[in-house]
């Protein structure tokens, strides 16, 4: 299985502040997908970044709140602009199935980011 | 740390006995699906996978069926143990599309 990492791990932030999310993968993949779980909740899919091209936001999501870079095929970054206590969650990133599209899919151990 | 699932389902079993978590989903077009582990203070595992092409999936003491007819998923865990003892969440996806979750189900195993 891939060996994803996240950095950081967790962290407390005033709100109107941002943060950045680093998340690495030990293999190339072609796209990264970042999620988020709110306290309680199933994880939501926020976006799906593909290096080279400019993220795709699902329903409830825009690039001006959470910007994403995919700088090479083995990195991302998810961005937590302004931010309320509403944001308050566990983001968490996952390459697509395996590392040669082949099925399995990975999550890295997520940042937990309380808003206050 | 972050507390996973508060507010979810809750089933309670008996340390060795066997457990079946459900989960009905609602796209037809679905053709992937997922079991994954969440522990306190982690991030999703990966417990096993079943195309739709099978109704039928086993791996080390899971069992997944999945109903196609009725969408319903099921994980089937042998002799459960204390270290069972997490939030489950099913998982589909059509094609290549991103995975969606399903709401998630708390395990509790009572030694």
């Known amino acids: 299985s891939a060996v994803i990492s996240q950095k950081p791990s967790r962290d407390i932030c005033q709100r109107g502040t941002s943060l950045t999310i680093q998340c690495q993968v030990d293999?190339?993949?072609?796209?990264m997908f970042w999620y988020r779980q709110q306290p309680g909740q199933s994880l939501t899919l926020i976006a799906t970044a593909n290096q080279g091209s400019e993220a795709t936001y699902e329903s409830g999501f825009v690039i001006d709140k959470f910007p994403i870079s995919r700088p090479n095929l083995t990195f991302s970054t998810l961005t937590v602009s302004n931010m309320s206590p509403e944001d308050s969650s566990i983001y968490l990133c996952?390459?697509?199935?395996?590392?040669?599209?082949?099925?399995?899919?990975?999550f890295g151990p997520g940042t937990r980011l309380t808003v206050t | 740390g972050e507390s996973v699932g508060l507010h979810l389902p809750t089933l309670s079993v008996q340390e060795g006995d066997n457990s079946i978590i459900n989960c009905a989903y609602s796209?037809?077009?679905?053709?992937?699906f997922i079991w994954y582990k969440q522990e306190s203070g982690k991030g999703p595992q990966f417990i096993i996978d079943i195309r739709s092409n099978m109704d039928k999936r086993q791996g080390q003491r899971v069992t997944v069926l999945l109903n196609k007819t009725v969408k319903h998923l099921s994980l089937q865990i042998a002799a459960t143990q204390p270290g069972d003892s997490a939030v489950y969440f099913c998982?589909?996806?059509?094609?290549?599309?991103?995975?969606?979750f399903g709401k998630g189900t708390r395990l509790s195993v009572i030694a």
């Open positions: 998982a589909e996806s059509s094609g290549n599309t991103p995975l969606v």
């Open positions: 796209n037809s077009a679905s053709d992937y």
């Open positions: 996952s390459p697509n199935r395996g590392s040669e599209d082949t099925g399995e899919q990975y």
């Open positions: 293999s190339q993949v072609t796209m």
